[in-house]
Nanobody, 120 residues
Framework: QVQLVESGGGLVQPGGSLRLSCAAS????????MGWYRRAPGKERESVAI???????QYRDSVKGRFTISRDNAKSTWYLQMDSLRPEDTAVYYC??????????????WGQGTQVTVSS
C-alpha cells in the first residue's frame, strides 16, 4: 500500500498562488502515476491533474495554463502549483497515486485532503 499526506493548502486572495505537496510512503516504487482531484462544497468530485511515469499530463479545462503538476525524481513527492487562483477553485484537494498491476488492474491510494480557499 501507499500512504499519502497532502500539505500546502490555505487561504489565498484571488490571483494568488499556492503550491500543494503530496508526500508518499510505503510501496512508492510501484506507483505508475499520480494526480490531484478536488471536491467543492455542494459539488461532485472532479479530477484536476494527472501525471504518469511516462511524463504524460492531463488537466481539466478550467485549470489549463494555471495549474501545473510535477514530481520529484524519486517519485516520493508530487506537487500541484496553482497560479492565478479564482474563487471557484475553492475546494478540498486530494492527492492520489495509482498502481497498475498485471493480472490485478488499477489500484488507487488517496490522501486525507487539504483545504484551499480563494477569497478576498
Amino acid at each position: 500500500q501507499v500512504q499519502l499526506v497532502e500539505s500546502g493548502g490555505g487561504l489565498v486572495q484571488p490571483g494568488g498562488s499556492l503550491r500543494l505537496s503530496c508526500a508518499a510512503s510505503g510501496s512508492v516504487f510501484s506507483i505508475n502515476g499520480m494526480g490531484w482531484y478536488r471536491r467543492a462544497p455542494g459539488k461532485e468530485r472532479e479530477s484536476v491533474a494527472i501525471l504518469t511515469n511516462g511524463g504524460k499530463t492531463q488537466y481539466r479545462d478550467s485549470v489549463k495554463g494555471r495549474f501545473t503538476i510535477s514530481r520529484d525524481n524519486a517519485k516520493s513527492t508530487w506537487y500541484l502549483q496553482m497560479d492565478s487562483l479564482r474563487p471557484e477553485d475553492t475546494a478540498v484537494y486530494y492527492c492520489y497515486a495509482f498502481r497498475l498491476q498485471i493480472g490485478v488492474g488499477l489500484l488507487e491510494d488517496w490522501g486525507q485532503g487539504t483545504q484551499v480557499t480563494v477569497s478576498s
